[in-house]
């Protein structure tokens, strides 16, 4: 039995995640479900889209992921399912997908159809586990909806390249738990550009001309540790997802603070790099 994996805006206050599992079991009494997220920002496709990138290449091939987020049906909303790295995605055609796309082509894509032969309430609830016991039970796509030729894709998720190849336009799409800024400019995309060119990142009045390769490179070991005073100390790395982050050494948002409040970095801020 594949594994069905749960990524949602729902939060854990209201009864919506508990029901989904419950009408899963009730399609299919030995599902393995595995919670991604839940606390994706309401409605934040471009969040929502880092995390399914950065997380389903985990789990085994064959796995379903249904993604709850901004999942409310309309005529620019409709349901899809695609077959993508030998992984099915259950979601709304609302550019979720959009960072992994652009890497991998899918294999196969449709709009669902199905729920056009019953009244459904609610998108994720009726509609997605259906088609994901669909699938877990060895169906195929074509049973649930027609073929389609494209899906939407999210243009902000992509940074702009100017012609003359000397600077890349960024933007924040993801701000983690410890308050750590996510750009959307790749570690692939930084060096074929860049060529190992001399560069300069700039996030709002914050300079840098170096990329760490560990957190910790900002730590001078030789000194005593009850005489060092490296938190607070902010870096620019490639995260372990291989996007440019802007951070703050063992960042806190308790104490000594994140990128996110020190720098005042928020959700589609710039982040641009500059080549010498």
Do not use: W
Request: one cysteine or more; glycine letters at 6%.
């Amino acid at each position: 039995m594949p594994l069905i994996t749960l990524t949602t805006d729902f939060g854990l206050k209201d009864h919506f995640v508990g029901a989904i599992k419950g009408a899963i079991f009730t399609e299919l009494s030995d599902a393995r479900i595995v919670d991604i997220s839940h606390q994706i920002t309401p409605f934040s496709v471009t969040e929502a889209a880092y995390i399914i990138k950065n997380s389903y290449i985990n789990f085994p091939k064959g796995s379903i992921h249904v993604i709850g987020v901004d999942a409310e049906l309309s005529l620019e909303n409709k349901p899809i399912a695609i077959l993508l790295d030998e992984h099915f995605f259950i979601c709304c055609d609302n550019g979720i997908l959009s960072l992994i796309t652009s890497e991998i082509r899918p294999e196969k894509m449709i709009e669902i159809t199905i729920q056009n032969t019953y009244e459904n309430r609610y998108t994720t609830l009726d509609i997605f586990v259906k088609v994901a016991g669909h699938l877990a039970r060895g169906g195929t796509l074509e049973v649930v909806g027609k073929k389609i030729d494209s899906i939407k894709e999210i243009t902000e998720i992509q940074p702009f390249i100017y012609s003359e190849k000397n600077q890349i336009i960024g933007s924040v799409i993801y701000i983690d738990n410890f308050g750590n800024v996510v750009s959307n400019i790749s570690k692939k995309l930084f060096n074929d550009v860049g060529k190992g060119r001399d560069f300069e990142i700039i996030a709002r009045n914050y300079k840098f001309e170096k990329i760490q390769k560990k957190y910790n490179d900002l730590v001078d070991f030789t000194v005593p540790q009850d005489q060092r005073h490296d938190d607070g100390k902010k870096l620019a790395i490639f995260n372990s997802a291989d996007y440019l982050e802007i951070s703050v050494y063992r960042s806190n948002l308790k104490t000594v603070g994140g990128a996110s409040t020190l720098l005042g970095l928020k959700y589609r801020d710039n982040i641009i790099v500059k080549f010498k």
